[in-house]
C-alpha cells in the first residue's frame, strides 16, 4: 500500500529552527509537496519538489532524497504564526496526491 | 477576488436528510475535486472533474454525488447523511491537468450529522 509518515505533532521555540521529516513508500513517484494548514483554515501551498536536493524559499526550504524515499521542511526564525499543522503529499504514478496526517507545529514564546 | 470560494462554511443537520454543498472557481482552473478531511486530519480524495467530466471517483458510498454544471462549479449532493459524515469537506482546483502545480483550496464546509 501508500503510506506517507510524518511526526503528529512537534514543539519549538518561538526564532528557533525546526525541521519536520516526511518519509514515503508510494507507488511511482512525480514530485512532494508541502503544504500548510492553519486550525480552522484550508491548506496553502508551500513548497514542490521533484528533483533531489534543498529547495529555499525565505525562512522556508524544503529538501527530498528520491532514493530514501524523504524529504524534510525546514523553517528558520521561528515566528508565532508559524503555528499551524504542516501536510506533506506525494504525487504517485498515476499523478494521484497522496497524503500524509500532518505534523502539528506549537509554537512557544 | 480570484479564489475558490465553497458554501455553506458550516452544516449542521440531522442523520438521514439531505444536503449540498457548493463549490465556484473564479481561477479559470479546469480540473475541480472534492477532499474529505476528518477528525485525524487526513485529506482523502473524493471526486476530481476535468472540464465537467469526472476523472475520479474514489471508493465513497453512492449518497455522495458531485455535479458540475460547468468547469467553474463543482457541487456536492449527500442524501441521507449519517454521523460518520461528519468532517471538513474542502472542494480545490487545479490549472489544466498539469497535476504537479499546486492545489488552490476553498476555506472548507464543517458538516456536523447529529
Known amino acids: 500500500g501508500q503510506n506517507i509518515d510524518q511526526p503528529t505533532e512537534m514543539t519549538a521555540t518561538e526564532g528557533a529552527i525546526v525541521q519536520i521529516n516526511c518519509t514515503y513508500q508510494?507507488?511511482?513517484?512525480?514530485?512532494l509537496f508541502w503544504y500548510q494548514q492553519h486550525a480552522g483554515e484550508a491548506p496553502t501551498f508551500l513548497s514542490y519538489?521533484?528533483l533531489d536536493g534543498l529547495e529555499e524559499k525565505g525562512r522556508f526550504s524544503s529538501f527530498l532524497s528520491r532514493s530514501k524515499g524523504y524529504s524534510y521542511l525546514l523553517l528558520k526564525e521561528l515566528q508565532m504564526k508559524d503555528s499551524a499543522s504542516y501536510l506533506c503529499?506525494?504525487?504517485?504514478?498515476?499523478?494521484?496526491?497522496?497524503w500524509g496526517a500532518g505534523t502539528k507545529l506549537i509554537i512557544k514564546p | 477576488d480570484t479564489a475558490v470560494s465553497q458554501t455553506p462554511k458550516y452544516l449542521v443537520t440531522q442523520m438521514g436528510n439531505d444536503k449540498s454543498i457548493k463549490c465556484e472557481q473564479n481561477?479559470?482552473?479546469?480540473?475541480m475535486y472534492w477532499y474529505k478531511q476528518d477528525s485525524k486530519k487526513f485529506l482523502k480524495i473524493m471526486f476530481s472533474?476535468?472540464?465537467?467530466?469526472?476523472?475520479i471517483n474514489e471508493t465513497v458510498p453512492n449518497r455522495f454525488s458531485p455535479k458540475s454544471p460547468d468547469k467553474a462549479h463543482l457541487n456536492l449532493h449527500i442524501n441521507s447523511l449519517e454521523l460518520g459524515d461528519s468532517a471538513v469537506y474542502f472542494c480545490?482546483?487545479?490549472?489544466?491537468?498539469?497535476?504537479?502545480?499546486?492545489?488552490?483550496f476553498g476555506n472548507g464546509t464543517r458538516l456536523t450529522v447529529t
Open positions: 480545490a482546483s487545479i490549472s489544466g491537468q498539469d497535476y504537479n502545480s499546486p492545489l488552490h
Open positions: 481561477l479559470g482552473h479546469d480540473t
Open positions: 472533474y476535468n472540464n465537467k467530466e469526472l476523472i
Open positions: 508510494t507507488s511511482g513517484f512525480n514530485g
Open positions: 519538489n521533484v
Open positions: 503529499a506525494v504525487l504517485d504514478s498515476n499523478y494521484q496526491l497522496i
